[in-house]
C-alpha cells in the first residue's frame, strides 16, 4: 500500500479520524442505533440488482467510463443482496474501503487544482486484475 494512502487514512486528522469524529456527533445526537439489516427484503432483486451494478461496472472500466459512483454502487448493492452478516459485514467494508478511496482521490485532486497544477483524469487509475487473474510464476 503507498505510503501516502496510509497517511490519508491514519494521520492526525486523518480519514479514520474524521469517521471518529462523525460516529461521535452521530451518537450524540441519536444515541445508541439497532436498526434491522435490512437485506433479508426480496433476495431475487437484490442479487439481480447487484449482478446488474457488477455488469455495469465492468462495462464502464472496458469503455474508460468508470466513475468512483459506479464502483460505490455496486460495492452497496453487494451488501444488500447478502444476508448472512458475515458477507454483509464483508461488503460493506468494501464499500467503506471505496468510500476512502473516493474522499482520498477527491482530495487530492481538490489540491491539485488549488495548487494551480494538472488535474488528473479520474479515469487514469489502471484496473487491477481479479486476484485469480494475471498471476501465473509469481511463486517462483
Known amino acids: 500500500v503507498p505510503t501516502a494512502t496510509l ?3 491514519w494521520s492526525d486528522d486523518g480519514f479514520f479520524d474524521e469517521v471518529y469524529w462523525e460516529r461521535g456527533k452521530q451518537h450524540t445526537k441519536w444515541g445508541v442505533q439497532h436498526w434491522p439489516d435490512g437485506t433479508d427484503m426480496d433476495h431475487y432483486i437484490d442479487q439481480e440488482m447487484a449482478r446488474e451494478a457488477k455488469r455495469v461496472t465492468n462495462e464502464a472500466l ?7 459512483r459506479v464502483i460505490l454502487a455496486e460495492e452497496v448493492l453487494e451488501a444488500f443482496a447478502e444476508h448472512e452478516w458475515p458477507q454483509v459485514r464483508g461488503e460493506l467494508v468494501q464499500a ?3 468510500i476512502a478511496a473516493w474522499v482520498e482521490d477527491g482530495d487530492r485532486r481538490a489540491a491539485s487544482e488549488a495548487a494551480g497544477g494538472p488535474v488528473p483524469d479520474t479515469r487514469a487509475s489502471t484496473p487491477v486484475l481479479d486476484a485469480d487473474q494475471g498471476t501465473e510464476g509469481r511463486d517462483q
Open 7 to 9: 497517511d490519508f487514512l
Open 62 to 68: 472496458a469503455d474508460g467510463s468508470c466513475t468512483w
Open 96 to 98: 467503506a474501503a471505496v
